[in-house]
């Protein structure tokens, strides 16, 4: 490893991609925690450190073993013969990407970390080879994605929060629904955890094992704990007050789960292209697929981690001091949601981004009039840095990979 | 990432409930006013009746603050124009309170002939009262609306929010009967009285009754938020 370092591209590579798990840590460490943090169940220091702690633990234990050398087959790696170019172009992608997350971070834009390595990856790809080289099937399902996730993550979470507060809420004793109700919710959120950690954390293929294996064993879990616990030590005098405690506590644990898948997979978004390098270094050939040596994960893992307490503490901070409006039954209907959607949409195959998935639920609650009010203009920038992210970052990606092409 | 605090806008709902509180006081200090008119004591009426004032200002104040901050670009479980419509009739009923006090600053009615004073100032009492009740439910009406959108508009809330309106309904209409008795009084004796203090009379009578007026007309606001 120490002889690796002193091959000047390769450390650069690693210090390009520590920058961008760093800028992958800042950016969506609010993302999954900001439900919790903003429903008042987690303090933004508790956030931190269980945020930093599962990202690591995600990315360094569950992170992918082998990558795409370019991300999702966005360009056709095939028609790349030269090494250097995937040396070149890794790191434009890494640094085009790192600068966007970070310009997207100061402006307060939810925008999603896999559209931004792609849009690096196709930059440099077509400033390479031209456009030939983009698999446009592939691109046309990241575009699908910008519209299909907030759409869906729209309709779950209406459909939910209506039922959530169809069950609980809206009854004529609200504390006696919720012993009987909150169960069953809770146990159905773990029937979607379960199946997703196997698809998301350990990477399983098959939906049947996820949810069968996995899925119903947390969820019936979750249900006899949850149901147990509330029927001995539950006093509340309050309706709203008394249903809205058992969420808090649900929610701590949902939002710990999208810690930990967060870093399993987005982790490659930063190592990646760092794998591909690195392979390019040891082996000298540049192919579809990469082995990715763990101390490369761990490496991804610190740095997301360290964008978590350095900048995501920050974030967390205004977070909790701001979202008043944010109960936490309705903090667990999006994380719910947006969670449900992305298991649905892995089974059915479609591209979907977390990220514009619990935006899209926050919509959603806000049109069962769940929430009291919602910004309209910082919607419609969100929605607008959705739609830039591909073409800027690519752009970036592009200057850069030319200019290294030619000092190179 | 500041975009959760930016997504989520402030409600209008804790800043209404704020108002009414200051409409329900205007109110009670007018009702305080009347206490002292109806015992002679007119100074301290008038100290009162200057406090209506104030605080009609102070309602004025968060009034404008609420309207600053509704802008169209928020997206909410009810209509802006509702809120905007129903803060509007919220404020009238302070306005009507402060119009009140107006006309007790006017003049003292000390010479209210001995025979009709207890009737008159019966009614008058029966009718501030009845106000303050106005006012009162008009508060329990928009604490209650935030019950209703913070169950996701349940049926039970909006049932209770439902009772608190047909309250209004009623305490206006009982103000309605008392003030055309009024009327019927003051106009049954007017060969008797002198036209300055009749005028004075009525309208303390008129701006009492368009307490509940208004009152009734926030209720029928409230209402139209709940059925978007």
Do not use: C
């Not at chain 1, 998301?200 to 996820?210: E, Q």
């Not at chain 2, 025979?115 to 009406?141: H, N, P």
């Amino acid at each position: 490893m120490i002889e690796l370092l002193s091959d000047p591209w390769l450390f650069i590579t690693i210090a390009v991609g520590l920058f961008m798990a760093w800028a992958i840590g800042a950016n969506d460490a609010a993302n999954s925690m900001s439900t919790a943090v903003g429903a008042g169940a987690i303090t933004p220091k508790q956030a931190v450190i269980i945020a930093g702690v599962l990202e690591f633990t995600g990315a360094y234990l569950f992170g992918k073993s082998v990558t795409e050398t370019v991300r999702k087959g966005i360009i056709d790696a095939s028609q790349i013969s030269d090494p250097n170019v995937i040396v070149y172009g890794s790191i434009a992608a890494l640094l085009a990407a790192s600068l966007w997350l970070l310009f997207a971070s100061k402006f307060g834009l939810p925008v999603s970390t896999t559209h931004s390595i792609i849009g690096g990856i196709v930059g440099y790809g077509i400033a390479y080879a031209g456009t030939s080289i983009v698999n446009w099937g592939k691109m046309a399902q990241v575009v699908a994605s910008w519209i299909l996730s907030p759409i869906f993550g729209a309709i779950v979470a209406f459909v939910v929060i209506k039922l959530v507060s169809k069950t609980i809420l809206q009854q004529k004793d609200p504390i006696e629904s919720a012993k009987k109700w909150a169960p069953v919710w809770i146990g159905l959120a773990f029937v979607v955890i379960g199946s997703m950690f196997y698809i998301k954390v350990m990477h399983g293929k098959s939906i049947f094992i996820a949810v069968s294996r996995y899925g119903l064993a947390a969820g019936i879990g979750a249900f006899l704990v949850s149901f147990a616990l509330l029927r001995r030590n539950f006093k509340a005098t309050d309706p709203y007050w008394g249903a809205e405690a058992i969420f808090r506590k649900v929610q701590v644990l949902t939002s710990a789960y999208v810690a930990l898948s967060h870093g399993a997979n987005d982790v490659a978004n930063a190592v990646g292209p760092v794998a591909a390098v690195y392979a390019v270094a040891t082996m000298g050939l540049a192919g579809m697929k990469v082995p990715v040596p763990r101390w490369i994960l761990a490496m991804g893992g610190l740095g997301i981690a360290i964008g978590v307490a350095t900048y995501g503490y920050k974030v967390m901070e205004t977070v909790g001091k701001k979202i008043t409006e944010l109960t936490n039954t309705r903090g667990f209907s999006i994380d719910f949601s947006a969670a449900t959607v992305v298991l649905i949409a892995s089974w059915l195959g479609l591209p979907i981004s977390t990220t514009h998935t619990v935006v899209g639920a926050v919509i959603g609650v806000g049109l069962a009039r769940g929430v009291k009010a919602i910004n309209k203009d910082i919607v419609k920038d969100i929605v607008i840095s959705w739609f830039v992210t591909v073409p800027v970052a690519a752009i970036i990606a592009g200057v850069v990979f030319k200019i290294l092409m030619i000092v190179g | 990432m500041q975009v959760w605090t930016k997504l989520f806008a402030k409600s209008p709902f804790k800043p209404l409930i704020k108002h009414a509180e200051v409409v329900l006081e205007t109110v009670e200090t007018l009702e305080r006013a009347l206490e002292a008119w109806d015992k002679g004591e007119y100074e301290a009426m008038r100290e009162y009746a200057r406090k209506v004032d104030d605080l009609e200002d102070f309602a004025d104040k968060i009034k404008e603050e609420i309207r600053d901050s509704l802008s169209s670009k928020l997206f909410m479980p009810v209509n802006r124009g509702d809120i905007l419509r129903y803060l509007q009739m919220q404020d009238k009923i302070a306005d009507a309170a402060e119009n009140t006090a107006k006309w007790l600053l006017v003049r003292d009615p000390n010479d209210t002939p001995e025979d009709l004073k207890e009737e008159v100032r019966s009614l008058i009492m029966k009718m501030s009262q009845e106000s303050i009740k106005a006012a009162k439910l008009v508060y329990e009406a928009i604490v209650q609306m935030d019950r209703v959108i913070e169950s996701g508009f349940g049926e039970e809330e909006i049932k209770r929010e439902y009772e608190i309106i047909k309250g209004i309904e009623s305490v206006e209409h009982k103000i309605d009967e008392l003030d055309t008795k009024f009327m019927e009084i003051i106009f049954k004796n007017s060969s008797r009285l002198e036209w300055g203090l009749g005028m004075y009379l009525l309208n303390i009578a008129k701006t009492l009754s368009n307490i509940s007026d208004r009152a009734k007309d926030a209720a029928e606001r409230i209402r139209l938020m709940m059925n978007k």
